[in-house]
């Protein structure tokens, strides 16, 4: 649990202490700020370059170098990391992976799950949605990037990506 310092941010739900899990649920920047200062340049850099996370540069900013920054990665390259992570094949604890797929499940219905972590970038003119569907003992891998001058956000990007697969007959 973190505690939230008391400032006022735009998006409501950032305005109250939170966990690990709430963070992910709600893109709680200030939250991966803390964590990220709390890891430091040594250790994030160290971890950055075992996971080979696209262009493994943090030289934005130990509190920055993701938004909108230093590091990049293609949409091809969060599948794959998606793909080690469903795999256990990430240079970290089984348990620790089992942690970070439960922390990014969206929901469950019969038997299919639905997880995923979304993202925006510059004033809502970028959006993300990375994730997996676990359906019938098969595993569908996804990345959808969106773009626009406005509206082209996270949410927008997994909406878009719910019609698809639900179009497809995956969810």
């Known amino acids: 649990m973190k505690k939230w310092n008391g400032q006022t941010y735009s998006i409501p739900s950032w305005n109250r202490d939170h966990t690990l899990h709430s963070a992910i649920a709600n893109s709680v920047v200030w939250y ?16 950055i370059n075992k996971l080979n996370y696209g ?29 080690q992570l469903y795999n256990n094949e990430l240079p970290f604890s089984v348990e620790n992976m089992a942690i970070t797929r439960k922390i990014i499940v969206l ?5 299919t799950i639905f997880s995923g972590k979304t993202g925006t ?16 003992g098969n595993k569908y891998f996804f990345a959808t990037n969106i ?14 990506t719910k019609c698809i697969l639900t179009d497809l007959g995956v969810l």
């Open 147 to 160: 773009q626009g001058d406005h509206a082209a956000n996270g949410l927008k990007a997994r909406e878009i």
């Open 32 to 47: 991966y700020q803390e964590l990220a200062r709390e890891i430091g340049n040594d250790r994030m850099q160290s971890n």
């Open 107 to 111: 929901s469950t219905n019969n038997d």
């Open 55 to 83: 262009n493994q540069d943090i030289s934005g900013g130990i509190d920055q170098f993701w938004l909108c920054s230093s590091l990049k990665i293609s949409a091809q390259e969060q599948v794959a990391l998606l793909k």
């Open 121 to 136: 970038a510059y004033g809502e003119v970028l959006g993300w949605f990375v994730g997996c569907v676990e359906k019938d």
